[in-house]
């Protein structure tokens, strides 16, 4: 007999017990699934996110703010090292010059 495949609920991370829960599959071809209704509504009706509810295991440890605070610094980082890069493309070819 072969180990049935381990599945995690799409919204909330919960793993679903084998023989429970639904799968859906959106008319693009990607597949969710969920273990109730209540992640089903949040996901594909309400549009929420997972990470912005505490009752999901995607919510982060320091809350959500400070999450959301970690990712607009690593925006920035990556905004200045671009520019950076770019800085030393332009030393490299001067041609484009700032109006
Ligand atoms: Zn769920």
Redesign the pocket.
């Known amino acids: 007999m072969s180990p049935v495949e381990q599945r995690v609920?799409?919204?909330?991370?919960?793993p679903l017990e084998p023989g429970t829960g639904m799968m859906f599959i959106k008319k693009d071809g990607s597949v969710y699934y969920?273990?109730?209704q209540?992640?089903q509504t949040s996901l594909l009706y309400q549009h929420r996110l997972g990470r912005r509810f505490k009752w999901?295991k995607h919510y982060p440890r320091g809350g959500a703010k400070a999450a959301e605070e970690e990712i607009r610094k690593q925006q920035v980082a990556a905004e200045i090292a671009k520019a950076e890069t770019a800085e030393k493309a332009g030393k490299k070819a001067p041609a484009k010059a700032k109006r």
């Not at 609920?9 to 919960?14: E, I, L, P, V």
């Open positions: 609920c799409s919204f909330c991370g919960q969920f273990d109730r209540r992640c999901t």
